[in-house]
Every structure is written in C-alpha cells, then in structure tokens.
T-cell receptor
C-alpha cells in the first residue's frame, strides 16, 4: 500500500533535548511538508521541500531543522531552541510536478515535553 | 498572507440530519482541499476541489473560486461523521497549504 509513515506515534522529550521525527513516503512524490497542530487549531507549516537536497522555511520554522537526503524521507528535528514543542506534528507529500497537487498526510506524531 | 475562515466553528446534529459547512478565503487560490480529522488525529482526504462540484457518497463539495468560497455538504449524517472538518487552500507557491481553524462536528444518536 502506498502511503506516508510517521514514527513514532507518541514521543516524550525532556527539557533541553533534541528529538527527531521520522517521515517516509512511498508515493514517489516530489514535495514533502511538515505541519504543526496545536489543540483546537488548524495546521501551520514548519518546513517544506520540493526536491531532494533542497528545503525552505515555512511560517513557524524557528527551533526546528530538517534534511532531505532521499526523495522518500523528510525527517524533522525539534531542537532545544523550540520554546513550546508540545504539539501534534503531521507530515504531508504532494506530486506537485505532475499537475495534481493534492496533499496526503501521515498519521502524525504527538510530542510532549516532560 | 491568505486568510481562511470556516463556519460554523461548532455544530451538533442528530443522526440523519443534513449540514452545510462553509470555507471563505481572502485571495485567489490554485487549489482547495477538504479534510476530516478523526478522533485519533488522522487527516482524511475528502475532496480536492479547486472549482466546481464533486460528490462522494453522502458528501459533496462545491467551490466557487471567483467568489472565494467553498461549501461542504453532509447528508444523512452518521455518528462516524463526527470530528473536525478542515478546509485548506494552496496559493500556488510550492503547493503549501493554509488551513482554516476547522468546524467541529458532533453527530448524536
């Protein structure tokens, strides 16, 4: 089955730690995205990548970092500089270079700072 | 940036009732999607609808791009329809989505 896999589903982080969230897709999509969702809110864009070895900041990139070394993978690191990291993180992908830009999402990772 | 407003923010229906959810956006968009977020947080694609009307079972959607709004119709609602419905628009720059704040739907027996 084609899809987007995020891991882990739940993640607990201590103050001052960096943690990395995994996102893998086997849809052969070119573009990948990370969004953050806070309770009762819509999603906000953290980072996106349109092609391997290239990525751009979204609206709330401070305290986060990403890499895109493979087309299938777009990991997100939440650094200790992120002041309020507790949130639900969703990864998405689109096949934007073939006309249809419909976005598909993974199941998300819930990050809690303890 | 573009603003996306959804209404109503909350909706409670009895099973079997119909409803209309609205999404207004402040600027031209390349594409628009409707999602259903289930209680476990997963975003389920409902419609990819930059313009026109589409139907999928009990759900249908209409986007009038020239007037900058989209409507999601739910007919004969079921308890499994409960959750949050999001509208998201793509303004064409790298297909980044801007989300509304959602409509929280509760369907009761």
């Amino acid at each position: 089955d084609g899809g987007i896999t995020q891991s882990p589903k739940y993640l607990f982080r201590k103050e001052g730690q960096n943690v990395t969230l995994s996102c893998e897709q086997n849809l052969n999509h070119d573009a990948m995205y990370w969004y953050r969702q806070d309770p009762g809110q819509g999603l906000r864009l953290i980072y996106y990548s349109q092609i391997v070895n290239d990525f751009q900041k979204g609206d709330i990139a401070e305290g986060y970092s990403v890499s895109r070394e493979k087309k299938e993978s777009f990991p997100l690191t939440v650094t200790s500089a992120q002041k309020n990291p507790t949130a639900f993180y969703l990864c998405a992908s689109t096949n934007r270079f073939q006309g249809n830009t419909e976005a598909f999402f993974g199941q998300g990772t819930r990050l809690t700072v303890v | 940036g573009i603003q996306v407003e959804q209404s109503p923010p909350d909706l409670i229906l009895q099973e079997g009732a119909n409803s209309t959810l609205r999404c207004n956006f402040s600027d031209s968009v390349n594409n628009l999607q409707w999602f259903h977020q289930n209680p476990w947080g997963q975003l389920i694609n409902l419609f990819y609808i930059p313009s026109g009307t589409k139907q999928n079972g009990r759900l249908s959607a209409t986007t009038v791009a020239t007037e900058r709004y989209s409507l999601l119709y739910i007919s004969s609602s079921q308890t499994t329809d409960s959750g949050v419905y999001f509208c998201a628009v793509d303004t064409g720059t790298a297909s980044k989505l801007t989300f509304g704040t959602g409509t929280r739907l509760q369907v009761t027996l």
